[in-house]
């Protein structure tokens, strides 16, 4: 058993609660879900200094998704690392719950409320900066999606980081290449990605999202460079490890229903 095996558990348990969650509340984007588990079960399993006891602590890490319809996952994480119980997950969506269809403040361990796209950048960039001014360790870290990259107002936090040195900052790209209606080739392309961040003045790194290994290898050595924000571009694969959703543009929006949610939920708990 290689040390990483619990993290790649800790993803297909992501996975799985993500498919139950979104099937069980008839709900949107499962794609974007599983394009993250392994970035989301690194970042919980071994990189975050913040636990169920510290969610308090003003030393703690944050950690902004960025992508707030991506919630089923980060809320599949904190269950599973213990902020809340596992069985929350089972109200997810329903009328009056605390884990909403979006990411909500309210569950534990939740930072900011995000879903509205494009903002938890600014948001990280400002953490960072009051955590330099106040001689705070903590550090920053958000998960933004592809799309957001078309948003101007990542492209403004994108710009300040750097200006402020901001080296407790670091931005994960989630880069799956589908939006919502569309490949980003077709949709407005952002190649050559990486460069764009180089450019902008943050130390970059581009991994395979879904090689755990990988992954923490990058995250624990941030920053990147010291007074550089670290930008982390993980080349992902929307829909990953459910064979019939990956790479494929339905299952941004699509719930899984019947037979695909049996097929699916087989998969996960057999595929190695
Ligand atoms: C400001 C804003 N505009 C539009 C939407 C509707 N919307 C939900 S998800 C999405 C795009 C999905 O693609 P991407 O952002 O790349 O996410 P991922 O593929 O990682 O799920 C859009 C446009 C939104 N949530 N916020």
Known sequence: MDSNTDIRDLARRIRIHSVKMTHRARSSHIGGCLSMAELLAVLYGRI?????QTVDDPDRDRMILSKGHGCAALYAALAECGFFPVDWLESYCDNGARLAGHVTCGAPGVEVSTGSL??????????ALAGKRDRRPYRVFAILSDGECDEGSTWEAALFAPHHRLDNLVAIVDYNKIQSLGSVKEVLDLEPLAEKWSAFGW?????DGHDVDAVEEALANVPFEPGKPSCLVAHTVKGKGVSFMEGKLLWH??????EEYDMAIAELETRP
């Open 118 to 127: 494009g903002h938890g950048l600014s948001m990280a960039g400002g953490l």
């Open 48 to 52: 975050l200094r913040i636990s169920p």
């Open 203 to 207: 130390a970059v790194r581009e991994i």
């Open 253 to 258: 929006y699509r719930t899984p229903q019947n």
